[in-house]
């Protein structure tokens, strides 16, 4: 399946900059994979061609002080953020507005692996990088 152009907020992704992230692709492929999960729906359009919408860069935080900076800097320049953890999709948040003309940012949670407190009360944790092994 081939993805559209990404549609770029070039504010945004010049006061991201290179260094607030361990890494960022705009490859079709990877865009692609991040645009869905794995419910019957997104396969079923996944083998029919039908996706309307993917996202348009995949960014992978490394600190809790990216993760910070990135909705900061959504909310400045109007970018849409959409986390994207193990990619089942079961709250559908991967399901994308095809309609949508602002950039979406698939933002990768796979580096962001040490629980650092978690309140139970509140249904809240607070994750950020580890060194995984």
Known sequence: MEASPPILNH?????????????????????????????FQEIYALRCGKFVRFCDVVVYPSSHENCELLVKLANKHNVVLVPYGGGTNVTQSLMLEEHEKRMIVSVDMSRMNQIKWVDKENNVACVQAGISG
């Open 11 to 39: 504010e945004f992704l010049a006061e991201l900059g290179d260094g607030n992230f361990s890494r960022r692709s705009f490859m079709g492929a990877e865009r692609v994979m991040h645009s869905h999960g794995a419910t």
